[in-house]
């Protein structure tokens, strides 16, 4: 059965003037591969006569129906299967009620429902709440995008197919598709949606629009796991150099959300590179942000614009735009864990910096501790397959800083040894790397988004560009120009140094990032 869009019909969210059936119809020409007829308002007459007629109307279009709580009318009306929730009719009960060959599906909200469906042997399930929903009252906890990979997983080596349902609409299903992938590459097999196309006028087009997005991204999805790209140091370094240029050459506005102890030396380190920074931090101002090409930096230094944060991200997304998210402190108090969560949870990162103390926070690790904004003691035992695993949950690049900075995608991992104990003794300069990250990496998407370039897989991405080599120009700018600031005469400590740093990414030439780079693939 072909779940990727899964329709579950509302009637009580309706549009003024739209017939039930008119409108289940025009979903189904939208391309609905899937209907569950969900009546939680009407006594059982209603129930089976609605039953029957949307019946008729998927049979035309040779779609399945699924009948959602009541085992009864799924019988009476030979459906293709039953819905059950959680406190519907347990499984092992509804099988010996149903003929074999009727397609079982149940509600999972955690690890336990899965656990369970998975001994049950479920034909599918639906994970939800991924997103806030006013559809329906929520009993269970919200999942949230980041919470869909780790019980995919659980369907490891298992032909139960998942779907993901609540808030999924037309600016949340890429960033759900996006993240809702597990560590091992599970990937949803569709999403499940109600008001996007019960409430609305023009179900046909709403629900082919979300049906283009879904094949869009599989065929990415599909295309990515088949190529894996394989780095060697000549060609990150020429890449970098190439970005570099880019970057003096377009000029790119890199809008930088940040915090207030860094902005002013952000800002100026941002014009040294050649790009051009605006710190604005107003949500009114945000939409308008996103529109122009370049890159978005998210410091949560000082949380004073959680809202702006939000908004900003999400733009991006849409827009393409690459997202360079540096959760500073996260690990320091409750409230930072809890925004952190929000935001990844809202839009996708294309990078996530930290020190280790905040990489530890974010993967809920306690190999490393962190004091206040600081990391503490001497690391990770395994730097390497802890920055994989963490890009690979995260779903993006993660960069993780220190004397040595690690680099990964997810599959590579990138070793760079241009690290100074200067640059531990000025404040932010972890807050500077974000900033050159976002600066090389609006350089990478420029570059893959010049115009002519054809978009191929990259259409229904939520960034275009190489994020690797943008993350890698990032901290190789940085730190190079630390070395040659730390080597000056004139550098006598570090308040010498913060200006010298400034003047050696100003005179950064690709000569000297590619004779002092130490880069070394994993
Ligand atoms: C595909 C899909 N997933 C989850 C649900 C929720 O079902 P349930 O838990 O039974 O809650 P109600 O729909 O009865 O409110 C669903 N219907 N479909
Ligand atoms: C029916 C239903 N079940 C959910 C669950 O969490 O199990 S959320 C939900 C409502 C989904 O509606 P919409 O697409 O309009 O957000």
């Known amino acids: 059965m072909d779940l990727s869009l899964y329709f579950v019909t509302g009637r009580e969210l309706l549009p003024p003037g739209k017939e039930y059936l008119e409108s289940l119809e025009e979903a189904l020409q939208g391309g609905v591969t899937a209907v569950q007829i969900r009546e939680k308002n009407s006594d059982t007459?209603?129930?089976?006569?609605?039953?029957?007629?949307?019946?008729?109307?998927?049979?035309?279009?040779?779609?399945?129906?699924?009948?959602?709580?009541?085992?009864?009318?799924?019988?009476?009306?030979?459906?293709?299967?039953?819905?059950?929730?959680?406190?519907?009719?347990?499984?092992?009960?509804?099988?010996?009620?149903?003929?074999?060959g009727m397609v079982i599906g149940v509600s999972c909200n955690n690890m336990d429902h899965v656990r369970k469906a998975i001994e049950d042997g479920v034909d599918y399930i639906g994970i939800g709440a991924v997103w806030g929903t006013t559809t329906k009252e929520l009993t269970n906890p919200i999942i949230g995008v980041r919470g869909v990979g780790s019980l995919l997983q659980a369907l490891d080596g298992t032909f139960i197919k998942a779907v993901a349902i609540g808030g999924i609409n037309s600016s949340t299903v890429l960033r759900t598709l996006h993240g809702s992938v597990s560590p091992?590459?599970?990937?949803?097999?569709?999403?499940?949606?109600?008001s996007q196309i019960a409430a609305s006028a023009t179900p046909r087009s709403a629900a082919q629009r979300l049906k283009d997005s879904f094949e869009a991204w599989v065929h990415g999805f599909d295309v990515q796991n088949q190529t894996v790209q394989v780095y060697d140091v000549?060609?990150?370094?020429?890449?970098?150099?190439?970005?570099?240029?880019?970057?003096?050459?377009?000029?790119?506005l890199i809008h930088q959300i940040t915090n207030v102890v860094v902005t002013n030396q952000s800002a100026n380190a941002t014009l040294?590179?050649?790009?051009?920074?605006?710190?604005?931090?107003?949500?009114?101002?945000?939409?308008?942000?996103?529109r122009i090409p370049g890159a978005l930096l998210i410091n949560f230094g000082t949380i004073t614009d959680k809202d702006s944060m939000i908004l900003a991200g999400k733009y991006a997304n849409e827009a393409q735009k690459p997202l360079v998210f540096d959760p500073v402190g996260v690990g320091a108090t409750q409230f930072r864990k809890t925004t952190a969560s929000e935001l990844l949870n809202t839009w996708q990162a294309s990078v996530i910096k930290g020190n280790p103390g905040e990489m530890a926070a974010l993967a809920n690790s306690k190999e490393v501790q962190a004091k206040g904004v600081d990391s503490v003691g001497s690391g990770f035992a395994d730097p390497a397959s802890f920055i994989r695993e963490l890009a690979k949950k995260e779903r993006c690049v993660a960069v993780m800083t220190g004397p040595t900075d690690w680099v990964s995608d997810g599959t590579t991992v990138v070793k760079l040894d241009n690290g100074r104990k200067i640059l531990g003794d000025i404040t932010g300069s972890g807050c500077l790397v974000g900033t050159c990250v976002a600066t090389f990496c609006a350089g990478a998407s420029l570059l893959a988004t010049a115009p002519g370039t054809n978009p191929g897989t990259e259409s229904e991405k939520l960034v275009r560009g190489n994020m690797l080599i943008g993350a890698i120009g990032g901290v190789l700018a940085l730190t190079?120009?630390?070395e040659c600031a730390a080597e000056r005469s004139d550098v006598h400590g570090s308040g010498?140094?913060?200006p010298a740093l400034i003047d050696e990414l100003y005179k950064l030439k690709p000569e000297t990032l590619l004779s002092r780079a130490k880069v070394h693939v994993l």
Do not use: W
Request: charged letters at 20%.
């Open 45 to 100: 007459l209603e129930f089976l006569q609605i039953a029957r007629q949307s019946k008729i109307l998927c049979m035309k279009y040779n779609v399945p129906l699924i009948i959602n709580d009541r085992i009864d009318i799924a019988l009476a009306i030979q459906a293709n299967g039953v819905h059950l929730g959680q406190t519907d009719m347990p499984v092992h009960v509804a099988k010996t009620l149903l003929p074999t």
């Open 184 to 194: 091992s590459g599970h990937r949803l097999d569709g999403i499940a949606v109600v």
């Open 234 to 252: 000549e060609t990150i370094k020429n890449g970098v150099v190439e970005l570099l240029q880019v970057i003096r050459d377009k000029n790119p």
């Open 272 to 290: 040294a590179l050649g790009a051009s920074p605006i710190m604005a931090t107003a949500s009114e101002e945000m939409h308008d942000l996103s």
């Open 480 to 482: 190079v120009a630390a």
């Open 496 to 498: 010498t140094f913060l």
